[in-house]
Structures are given as C-alpha cells and as structure tokens.
C-alpha cells in the first residue's frame, strides 16, 4: 500500500515544520509513532498549531485513540479511515483537507505501525483523542 502521505520515520520536529510552512488549516499527514511502538500518528495543521492522533492497528484493521468511554470505530484500511476524516464534524479538530506527499519515497525505516521502535522522545502529553 503506497499512501503518498505517509512519511515513515518522520520526527515531530520535521512534521510540524512541514506541516505549517504553508499556513494552511486542515493539512495532514501520517508519521511512525516516535513514542508508541508499532502506533501511527495522523498530524493535522489548524490555526499554527499541529495536532496529532494516533492511530492503532489491529487484526482486523485501524483505529484512531479516542477519550474513554467513546466506541472506537474500526477501519479496514488506512484510506478509509482518511477519508471518514476527510469529512467536517468527525472528532478531530478540523477536516483533513490538503495531503501533505512526501518528496521522495518512503525510507526503509516507514513500517505503517507495524512494527515496535526503540527510539522515543513524545510522551503522551503530545497527542490528542478524539472526542465523540
């Protein structure tokens, strides 16, 4: 699967550089987790800001983490689960609206969450959940 907005190992640093060079709300892309083993993160650009989700993989697909207590809903595919997203009122804080392609392919280090990385710097304070 090539998603043309998936950069693999991107750091935190380097995606909220990409993402708010142009200024423009609701720009996105995904990243490996730097502090979640085997996560994803779906970073999203609104008002100078850069939000980050995570996203989880299971046997039978993707989920995106939500607050405790909201049904998590799961997604076959990480294209479905973007375009749900793609739509205004779905949890984030904005509609994904603008992809954000990476320049050059995916280094060998991208693994789509699949598999765990030694090497964090985030803790949990950095990501978001998703409200209902």
């Known amino acids: ?24 709300d609701g720009s996105f892309l995904l990243r490996d987790s730097e502090s979640v083993p085997g996560a994803l993160c779906l970073c999203v650009s609104f008002k100078d800001f850069v939000y980050t989700y995570r996203i989880f993989r299971e046997k039978n697909g993707y989920h995106v983490q939500t607050v405790e207590g909201v049904q998590k809903q799961l997604f076959p595919n990480l294209e479905r689960l973007i375009s749900k997203f793609r739509k205004p009122n779905q949890g984030l804080v904005v509609a994904l609206q603008k ?27 950095d990501y978001v959940k998703v409200l209902p």
Do not use: I, T
């Open 1 to 24: 699967m090539d998603l043309p907005y998936y950069h693999g190992p991107l750091s935190k640093r380097a995606c909220e550089k990409l993402l708010l060079q142009d200024g423009a």
């Open 99 to 125: 992809p954000v392609a990476r320049r050059s392919p995916c280094p060998s280090g991208g693994r789509l969450g699949l598999e765990p990385d030694d090497d964090y710097e985030n803790d949990s304070s």
